[in-house]
């Protein structure tokens, strides 16, 4: 028995190990398309600059970064030039990516991985850049384990965005929309806009969508949490698969980006942190104890989306502290604390307010 607890912690710790580690995505080569034209530049848009989005390693999947294997637009331009080989015959045409997001999320028997991506075309002339059209696809599918897929999602989201804009019989239009080059960003004390997030790169560029009719109500309440639910407007039915949505004053987040639950919980406090509060049962706990272990494992603990990032972040002892390695005039004054949620909160506050004064 001794050996068998010893042989579970050391594939925990090596999992918790591996679990840390960015994911390295490469986009693999694809046959040539017939089309006439080609990328001769990308021009990089995206609200999140950081990463292409959020995956999850090891045995309690653990958010990680996920990041190309190369720089991200030497690695698209080289992919393109083989989707779209440049002829004399062919033209020219500037890509300018909006959006280009992965993510994974899990559920009780599988996980769910997905990739949004945004494309828009350019045509430069006279030396200006004029837009020939926006393109957008959302490729997901589901699997035990949906990491080794996200080269196939990228290169399907993007060529489904080819698809449409070929057959948008651009050659044919008259030009007349000049680019304005600006980009979102997110401001998150600032007129938070009310809506649905799809993926977080809405979030992120404070962008929901606003066309969806919908209405959210509160599912469950305890003194410890209140969990709530989103539904097609005069319908009972259950909008899926969202990232999140936003009322105009607090943020909604997905609680399936850390547990098996799928409903949402409400901001506590938006900065570059967004925190939240939530008492749930670990998913590892309930898989190995069943009802009993979940009653046992059910905790109160913040939670914190990293606006940075995209990744969030159950805020248990050890992470506070990893947390707070990038802030060690914080470090001290937390262990003097008895580590409790107050303390966590406290602390966020305290380092979202750093984060605001260095952004002035």
């Keep these: 028995m001794k050996q068998f607890f010893i042989f579970s912690f050391l594939i925990v710790s090596f999992s918790g190990l591996r679990a840390q580690k960015e994911l390295q995505v490469t986009i693999t080569p694809d046959l040539p398309l017939s089309t006439n034209f080609y990328i001769s530049e990308i021009i990089d848009a995206r609200p999140l600059k950081e990463?292409?989005?959020?995956?999850?390693?090891?045995?309690?999947n653990k958010q990680v970064s996920?990041?190309?294997?190369e720089d991200f637009i030497p690695h698209l331009q080289s992919?393109?030039?083989?989707?779209?080989?440049?002829e004399a015959s062919k033209t020219p045409l500037i890509l300018k990516v909006h959006q280009l997001y992965i993510s994974e999320r899990t559920a009780a028997m599988s996980e769910l991985g997905s990739c949004d991506v945004n494309l828009e075309f350019l045509k430069e002339e006279n030396g200006r850049q004029y837009s020939l059209g926006q393109f957008s696809s959302k490729v997901e599918n589901g699997g035990l384990d949906v990491t080794a897929g996200h080269d196939k999602r990228i290169r399907?989201?993007?060529?489904?965005?080819?698809?449409?804009?070929?057959?948008?019989?651009?050659?044919?239009?008259?030009?007349?929309?000049?680019?304005v080059q600006n980009e979102q960003h997110f401001q998150p004390l600032e007129n938070l806009k009310k809506g649905l997030y799809h993926h977080f790169g809405e979030l992120k560029s404070n962008s929901p969508k606003t066309d969806i009719p919908y209405y959210s109500k509160m599912i469950s309440q305890s003194k410890k949490a209140q969990h709530y639910q989103v539904f097609e407007s005069n319908k009972k039915k259950r909008i899926k698969n969202l990232f999140g949505y936003s009322d105009g004053t607090h943020v909604y987040l997905n609680a399936s980006r850390y547990t098996q639950g799928e409903y949402f919980i409400q901001s506590k406090m938006i900065g570059?942190?967004?925190?939240?509060?939530?008492?749930?049962?670990?998913?590892?706990?309930?898989?190995?104890?069943?009802?009993?272990?979940?009653?046992?494992?059910?905790r109160h603990l913040g939670i914190i989306l990293d606006t940075q990032t995209g990744i969030t972040t159950v805020l248990n002892n050890r992470n506070m502290e990893l947390l707070l390695e990038d802030y060690p005039f914080l470090k001290e004054a937390?262990?003097?604390?008895?580590?409790?949620?107050e303390?966590?909160?406290?602390?966020?506050?305290?380092?979202?307010?750093?984060?605001?004064?260095r952004t002035l």
């Excluded at 992919?79 to 440049?86: I, T």
């Excluded at 489904?160 to 008259?174: G, K, T, V």
């Excluded at 937390?334 to 949620?341: E, G, L, V």
């Design 51 to 60: 990463n292409i989005g959020v995956a999850q390693r090891g045995m309690f």
């Design 66 to 69: 996920a990041q190309f294997s």
């Design 79 to 86: 992919y393109f030039n083989g989707l779209l080989p440049s």
């Design 156 to 179: 399907q989201a993007i060529q489904e965005c080819i698809e449409q804009f070929a057959m948008s019989n651009w050659d044919d239009l008259e030009v007349k929309n000049v680019l």
């Design 272 to 298: 570059r942190y967004i925190y939240f509060e939530d008492q749930y049962a670990s998913s590892a706990a309930t898989a190995a104890g069943g009802l009993a272990g979940t009653l046992i494992s059910m």
């Design 334 to 341: 937390y262990a003097q604390t008895d580590k409790s949620i």
């Design 343 to 357: 303390a966590d909160r406290s602390m966020i506050e305290k380092i979202n307010e750093h984060e605001s004064l």
